[in-house]
Antibody, heavy 118, light 107 residues
Framework: QVQLLESGGGVVQPGTSLRLSCVAS????????MHWVRQAPGKGLEWVAL????????HYADSVRGRFTISRDDSENTLYLQMSSLRPEDTAFYYC???????????WGRGTLVTVSS | DIQLTQSPTFLSASVGDRVTITCRAS??????VAWYQQKPGRAPKLLIY???TLHSGVPFRFSGSGSGTESTLTISSLQPEDFATYYC?????????FGQGTRLEIK
């Protein structure tokens, strides 16, 4: 069965960096694009970024473009989100999500919490 | 960016009721719409994609329709496990956007 397991969240100060990981299993990782979606506590869903199945194409939300980098290591079946210049408004649960046909997300991880606070 | 506005934002209903949630887009998005269900403390689950295609394993009481700028999610007969928050998503254009959510609670 498809499993997505995020890690790397924590409490960090504004202006610092953090890298999130998502280990995927139960499907052929190289065949699917992958996304990061976040959710501030008690708020709605916000799409963050996606990477194509071959890693050649990436897209970002305006709110993170230039600060976050999505990437993948197909040898490790792992998705990454490198976050820099973190701001308090980046505080959220970060979910990785598998892409199906189109840009829809058919499976999601359980999320990892990032808190940006001084 | 394409803005999605869901209505209502809060809905109180009873088991057995038929409910409909609407998602309106700021511009035409054809049928490039998905609906997700999220329960407290849990990740979202895909219910419907391409406006009307039921995701594998989703009960038939869920259905979707729409095109252009308006999409709807209908639950034909509410079950206790359906009380949750529902989000629409457009994948027509980059950046991908979500509606603000509709919280469905037991009356």
């Amino acid at each position: 069965q498809v499993q997505l397991l995020e890690s790397g969240g924590g409490v960090v100060q504004p202006g610092t960096s953090l890298r999130l990981s998502c280990v995927a299993s139960g499907f052929t990782f190289t065949s699917f694009g992958m996304h990061w979606v976040r959710q501030a506590p008690g708020k709605g869903l916000e799409w963050v970024a996606l990477v194509s199945n071959d890693g050649k194409n990436t897209h970002y939300a305006d709110s993170v473009r230039g600060r976050f980098t999505i990437s993948r290591d197909d040898s490790e079946n792992t998705l990454y989100l490198q976050m820099s210049s973190l701001r308090p408004e980046d505080t959220a649960f970060y979910y990785c999500a598998k892409q199906m046909g189109g840009w829809y997300n058919d499976y999601w991880g359980r999320g990892t919490l990032v808190t940006v606070s001084s | 960016d394409i803005q999605l506005t869901q209505s209502p934002t809060f809905l109180s209903a009873s088991v057995g009721d038929r409910v409909t949630i609407t998602c309106r887009a700021s511009q035409a998005i054809s049928s490039f719409v998905a609906w997700y269900q999220q329960k407290p403390g849990r990740a979202p689950k895909l219910l419907i994609y391409a406006a009307s295609t039921l995701h594998s394993g989703v009960p038939f009481r869920f259905s979707g329709s729409g095109s252009g700028t308006e999409s709807t999610l209908t639950i034909s007969s509410l079950q206790p496990e359906d009380f949750a928050t529902y989000y629409c998503q457009q994948v027509h254009s980059d950046p991908i956007t979500f509606g603000q959510g509709t919280r469905l609670e037991i009356k």
